[in-house]
């Protein structure tokens, strides 16, 4: 049972570097989030997905693109890395629609230093 | 908006003794409440979740929390402490039925033996 698979787990940029985060999830979520965990300030959410075809700015989105490829996918991407994007990011999903109140499910996270 | 508070960024505790890690929460809404745990170099894992059922809510591994809406908290606790529970813990809340979950800043339990 994979649940939510994100990757890389480890990646080092340069300075205005660009890469792309992979997400995928195999519980049939209409929804998915991608959020930063930095010390002390808890996870902040970057984007939302709350379907297919739909993206919403969270609480920190400038510096990243997003793009839900379909059901099961959604990608982050960072177009020209700065080191203030070093952190840890996880990846998550969940079903509103459910009787389970909306839980989120969360990927293992990847661990991103920028240099 | 809605926000948490995670009253203490380190609490320390003795094998065996009570587990309580705080929680204080600001909604407009009737909110849904999740403790979320996470383990050294891993993802969040739900402990237990608030969604306005039974107001005492027991989750995984002895772990239990209490919706006390007079004082908007949402207290977890755990009344033995074990070297496994070491580990970082998150206090979480949305509207009812909404998308978007807002964190605390999270609560680090070390477990002395």
């Not at chain 1, 996870?43 to 793009?67: C, F, H, M, Q, W």
């Not at chain 1, 020209?80 to 839980?103: E, I, K, L, M």
């Not at chain 2, 849904?32 to 027991?58: D, M």
């Not at chain 2, 606790?77 to 070491?86: E, G, R, W």
Request: with cysteine; proline share 4%; aromatic share 12%.
């Amino acid at each position: 049972n994979a649940g939510v698979t994100q990757t890389p787990k480890f990646q080092v940029l340069k300075t205005g570097q660009s890469m792309t985060l992979q997400c995928a999830q195999d519980m049939n979520h209409n929804s998915m989030y991608w959020y930063r965990q930095d010390p002390g300030m808890g996870l902040r959410l970057i984007y939302y997905s709350a379907s297919e075809g739909t993206t919403d700015k969270g609480e920190v989105p400038n510096g990243y693109n997003v793009s839900r490829l379909n059901k099961r996918e959604f990608s982050l991407r960072l177009e020209s890395a700065a080191p203030s994007q070093t952190s840890v990011y996880f990846c998550a999903s969940s079903d509103p629609t459910a009787n389970s109140g909306n839980t989120i499910y969360f990927g293992e996270g990847s661990w991103l230093t920028v240099v | 908006a809605q926000s948490v508070t995670q009253l203490g960024s380190h609490v320390s505790v003795s094998e065996g003794a009570l587990v309580l890690l705080r929680c204080n929460y600001s909604s407009s809404v009737p909110p849904y409440l999740f403790w979320y745990v996470q383990y050294p170099n891993q993802g969040l894992q739900l402990l237990l979740k608030y969604t306005s059922a039974a107001t005492l809510v027991k989750g995984i591994n002895g772990f239990e929390a209490e919706f006390k809406k007079s004082e908007t908290s949402f207290h977890l606790t755990k009344p033995s402490a074990h070297m496994s529970d070491a580990a970082e813990y998150f206090c979480a809340v949305s509207e009812s039925g909404g998308n978007k979950l807002v964190f605390g800043a999270g609560t680090i339990l070390r477990v002395k033996s």
